[in-house]
């Protein structure tokens, strides 16, 4: 069963306006992992949050965790065309550290 | 440092065809793991290989194996494939399970 879920499935927005994404889990994690997907092809890791980080930012990017909650966001602030794409986010569970993944969040950004 | 890369690109075999994926990991990294992802869905874990030893596995049946060299290059083996085998096919490379994975661009698997 999937243990990453994303919210909302879809989003759209206009280009420079800020996009939040929400991702909830099952079960104890080692860390958090988000990624980019363009049109079906590699992922690319964008931020990895361990279970004892509440905050951490990359350029434009702010992810949270709230172990407490299982759940995490993905922030982006001024967002760009180039950001279209589905994200998801993939928890590393503790017991075994395999990442799961949820369906994702499509993105898109209207210019 | 080269990246991740997978071999080939695009496939297309009939049902109970057997194929293999190839998949190469980025230097220096020792554990690979596989995903399948069907159209419009996330990744799902197939299984993971360390220092040439299968590390976890997801809800696959059998007829999904795979291999690792001592090169740490990996391959995806699938026999008698089915319909529902159509998808992208990733392979990551790691230091580790639960380290950053990185990604090679897929391989595209058609089941006719």
């Known amino acids: 069963s999937q243990q990453g879920e994303e919210d909302p499935q879809a989003l759209s927005i206009q280009e420079g306006e800020n996009a939040t994404m929400n991702c909830s889990y099952k079960t104890s994690i080692n860390n958090l992992q988000w990624y980019r997907q363009n049109s079906g092809r590699g992922l690319v890791h964008l931020i990895l949050?361990?279970?004892n980080e509440r905050e951490k930012h990359s350029g434009r990017l702010r992810v949270t965790l709230d172990t407490s909650k299982k759940s995490s966001s993905l922030l982006i602030t001024a967002s760009r065309a180039a950001d279209t794409a589905s994200y998801f986010c993939a928890p590393a569970m503790d017991s075994n550290y395999q990442l799961i993944w949820g369906a994702g969040t499509k993105l898109i950004i209207k210019p | 440092e080269t990246g991740v890369t997978q071999s080939p690109t695009h496939l297309i075999k009939t049902r109970g065809q057997q194929v293999t994926l190839r998949c190469s990991s980025q230097s220096g990294h020792n554990t690979v793991s596989w995903y399948q992802q069907a159209l419009g869905q996330g990744p799902q874990f197939i299984f993971q290989?360390?220092?040439?030893?299968?590390?976890g596995r997801g809800n696959f049946p059998p007829r999904f194996s795979g291999l690792q060299f001592p090169n740490y290059s990996s391959e995806l083996n699938v026999n008698a494939l089915e319909l529902d085998d159509s998808a992208l096919y990733l392979c990551?490379?790691?230091?580790?399970?639960?380290?950053?994975?990185?990604f090679g661009p897929g391989t595209r698997l058609t089941v006719l």
């Open positions: 949050i361990r279970s």
């Open positions: 990551a490379s790691s230091l580790g399970g639960a380290d950053t994975q990185y």
């Open positions: 290989y360390y220092r040439e030893e299968e590390n």
